[in-house]
Nanobody, 119 residues
Framework: QVQLVESGGGLVQPGDSLRLSCVIS????????MAWFRQAPGKEREVIGS????????KYVDSMKDRFTMSRDVATKTMYLQMSALKPEDTALYYC????????????WGQGTQVTVSS
């Protein structure tokens, strides 16, 4: 089992930056892929990017890579999502997720952290 807990969301103004955290507990993560997703009101959940925990290779959806950066701290088993130049359309519930690299779907999810971008 893998447990995920997100934090760091909040209300920010357009143009601000924000860093989300995802603390991971449970299994050894060396064979896991972690990802950040978001779901805006009335919209489908969309992936932002993923990171192969070991060796830390990241992949992003093209539309996200200019303003969003994923990283991880192996020692604390924490994954981060650094967001910059936030826009109102970035308002969403942000989730972290995990899957074994051989799995098709993400089977482990956090509860989400709300990000609201508004002036």
């Amino acid at each position: 089992q893998v447990q995920l807990v997100e934090s760091g969301g909040g209300l920010v103004q357009p143009g601000d930056s924000l860093r989300l955290s995802c603390v991971i507990s449970g299994r050894t993560l060396s064979n896991y892929i972690m990802a950040w997703f978001r779901q805006a009101p009335g919209k489908e959940r969309e992936v932002i990017g993923s990171i192969r925990w070991s060796p830390g290779i990241t992949k992003y959806v093209d539309s996200m890579k200019d303003r969003f950066t994923m990283s991880r701290d192996v020692a604390t088993k924490t994954m981060y999502l650094q967001m910059s130049a936030l826009k109102p359309e970035d308002t969403a519930l942000y989730y972290c997720a995990a899957k074994h690299f051989a799995s098709d779907a993400y089977g482990y999810w956090g509860q989400g952290t709300q990000v609201t971008v508004s002036s």
